[in-house]
Nanobody, 124 residues
Framework: VQLQAFGGGLVQAGGSARLSCAAS????????MGWFRQAPGKEREFVAA????????YYADSVKGRFTISRDNAKNTVYLQLNSLKPEDTALYYC??????????????????WGQGTQVTVSS
């Protein structure tokens, strides 16, 4: 499985952005896809996850109510809609997918394949 993320950029505080992550290869329906982010000098942190089949979603408390994760099964693509952006949302955003089912969706180690990351910079 290969993942390609895109859609980042420079956004003003309070603005919105939409990230996409296109997957090539087979994604088993029982698995999760997730978004993580990493700011300079900080560890990679969980942002959101979605189960490929059924669409169950999970969010970090810091983004709940502002970000929305969704997927298009036909396009093998997962999206992250970022609204009400804050400067502290500035980070390199990564998408990831599991090769084996792991319910600990907030843990980076639960994912087996990673995209290259797309930068989101929020100006104040």
């Amino acid at each position: 499985v290969q993942l390609q993320a895109f859609g980042g950029g420079l956004v003003q505080a309070g603005g919105s952005a939409r990230l996409s992550c296109a997957a090539s290869g087979r994604i088993l329906s029982s698995y999760y896809m997730g978004w993580f982010r990493q700011a300079p000098g900080k560890e990679r942190e969980f942002v959101a996850a979605i189960r490929w089949s059924g669409g169950s979603t999970y969010y970090a408390d810091s983004v709940k109510g502002r970000f929305t994760i969704s997927r298009d099964n036909a396009k093998n693509t997962v999206y992250l809609q970022l609204n009400s952006l804050k400067p502290e949302d500035t980070a390199l955003y990564y998408c990831a997918v599991q090769n084996r089912l792991n319910y600990d969706t907030r843990y980076a180690g639960a994912y087996d394949y990673w995209g290259q990351g797309t930068q989101v910079t929020v100006s104040s």
